[in-house]
């Protein structure tokens, strides 16, 4: 376990995702990273920085005070995983919905293999059913 001491992971989630810090994306991603279980605004896996940056600001500007808290990390080799709690406002543009002022709170889980002390590829598992059902989608 490495829950008591930062890791590329940590980072991740508290400079990009908490600090809406838009360049450390091109830091800590790869050029020819994956990230499966995220579509894109075209429905693929985003791929390297580029593609990544158009989800990272679909998000941000939906959720503007999303935080993101690493509960745990397991490392294993040159792959690590963490189970994250993703809480926010739903305050702004960026889903297929008007805002709607509702909080969210949703679990997940992120595996990414590492390399160069860069995130190669990542395969993301995040409650999103739970997080419409929250901002009252109605899925049918």
């Known amino acids: 376990m490495a829950d008591n001491h930062p890791t590329l ?14 360049a450390a994306i091109d830091e800590l991603l790869a ?4 990230a499966h ?12 920085a580029a593609g990544f940056k158009p989800l990272f600001q679909q998000y941000r500007s939906a959720f503007p005070d999303i935080r ?5 990390v397991m490392i294993d080799g040159d792959r690590m995983c963490a189970r ?3 809480t ?3 305050t ?9 002022g509702q909080p969210i709170r949703v679990t997940g889980t992120c595996i990414v293999r590492v390399r160069d002390g860069k995130i190669v590829e990542g395969w993301n598992h995040f409650d999103f059913l739970s997080m419409y059902q929250q901002l009252g989608l109605q899925l049918s």
């Open 68 to 72: 993101i808290d690493v509960e745990d």
């Open 84 to 86: 994250c709690i993703i």
């Open 37 to 48: 279980g995220l579509p894109g605004p075209d429905g693929e896996a985003p791929r390297g």
């Open 9 to 22: 992971l940590h980072r991740w989630f508290d400079e990009v995702w908490n600090q809406g810090n838009e």
């Open 88 to 90: 926010g406002n739903h």
């Open 92 to 100: 702004g543009p960026g889903l297929p919905m008007p805002p709607t």
């Open 31 to 34: 050029e020819d990273a994956v």
